[in-house]
């Protein structure tokens, strides 16, 4: 089965072609990260326009990558939601265009449920159910996987998600967008206890909160600057990442204890970060369980793990209507 995928939600412009859900036959991704820089962050008018200009050269080149024809493939499935209104609607409407034109059936897939479904492509073995740990700039939850197509939500943050706290850290820090990577490089050579962040301490389970860190560390910034005091950017940036990294670590291990899965997958553009992934690692190797993580590539937006949701949804017959419409807010679970 040969899946052709397109995502265009946020500030990436990709098209791939999967086969059976595992075999990667081609991976486009056209960023406009340099564009956006800019600006801070994304601006949703211009990935807009830009996802107009490369959608149609972006899937061709999967395509033609893939060595596919539009006649071997067997399924369009394209991002619908959650999004960028204006950003959606670009990859959608050419999903849908492309599927009537040469009748083939049209799969509109959840962004969020395709982070995780990356790791189909990182673990050849991996099976429902397991648990995910979504991690991205607009998203931070606790999913249960249990099954190809059914999944429950056990919680999510309350306020900020992970990609968001470390692209605001990385903004007031005067680091490029995206944040996550610079924090990342910066902390290399810094102290990761050198700052006492307070991460809020909540009284459900499975829940994240990571508004409060932001302020204790724009407090910091700021007392430091007005006592005339030197900053060391590397330990801010250390200790910042390991306030979140443990407040993502502690609730997974709850997660993993609660349920008894014995495998848990790190989803989103977060699931790069070297440190969350070390940690999250050890973490489960203490408890008798394995972390799948997607390849770098993999764990940000792209195509591919689109294709590999739609294969599945695929194979579970879910099929969409040609009416389909974007969903900005479309949630998970
Ligand atoms: P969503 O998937 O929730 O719709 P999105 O698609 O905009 O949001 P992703 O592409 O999944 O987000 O991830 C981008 C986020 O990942 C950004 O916030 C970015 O800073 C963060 N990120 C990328 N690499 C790293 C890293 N190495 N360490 C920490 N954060 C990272
Ligand atoms: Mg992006
Ligand atoms: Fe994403």
New binding site residues.
């Given amino acids: 089965v040969y899946i052709l995928g397109i995502e265009s ?4 412009t990709a098209a791939a072609v999967v086969k059976n859900g595992r075999e990667v036959l081609s991976n486009i991704i056209s960023s406009q990260i340099v564009i956006h820089r800019k600006f801070g962050g ?1 601006v949703p008018e211009i990935a807009s326009r830009k996802h107009i200009e490369n959608i149609m050269p972006v899937i061709d080149e999967a395509l033609s990558q893939a060595g596919v024809g539009m006649e071997q493939i067997d399924a369009v499935a394209v991002t619908y939601g ?2 960028l209104v204006g950003a959606l609607l670009v990859g959608l409407s050419a999903a849908k265009a492309l599927a009537w034109a040469t009748d083939k059936p049209l799969i509109g897939v959840n ?2 449920e395709g ?1 995780v479904f990356a790791n189909f492509l990182a673990d050849s073995e991996l099976k429902p159910p397991f648990m995910a740990l ?6 931070t939850a606790l999913l249960k996987v249990t099954g190809y197509n059914s999944f429950e939500l056990l919680g999510q943050t309350r306020d900020d ?4 706290a ?2 605001k850290i ?1 903004r007031v820090m005067g680091l490029p967008y ?4 610079e ?2 490089r910066l902390a290399l050579g810094g102290n990761d206890h050198a700052i006492d962040f307070p991460v809020a301490r909540l009284d459900k389970p499975y829940e994240f909160s990571f508004s409060g860190l932001k302020s204790a560390v724009i407090n910091y910034l700021h007392n430091q600057q007005q006592a005339g005091r030197e900053v060391n950017r590397s330990d801010v940036a250390a200790s910042f ?1 390991r306030a979140v990294v443990d407040a993502l670590v502690k609730e997974a291990v709850h997660a993993m204890q609660h349920t008894g899965y014995n495998k848990i997958v790190l989803a ?3 699931s ?3 440190t ?1 992934q070390n940690t999250l690692a050890q973490a489960m190797q203490g408890i008798g369980a394995q972390l799948v993580h997607p390849t770098p590539i993999l ?3 792209n195509a591919v793990m689109i294709a590999c949701r739609g294969y599945f949804m695929y194979q579970g017959g879910s099929f969409s209507p040609l009416d389909l419409n974007a969903n900005p807010s479309l949630k998970l679970g």
């Fill in positions: 939600s946020c500030d990436e994304v959650p999004g962004h969020l982070h979504v991690v991205s700039g607009g998203h998600a992970a990609g968001e470390f692209d990385a995206p944040g996550g990577p924090i990342e990442q989103g553009g977060v790069a970060n070297k969350l764990c940000t937006d």
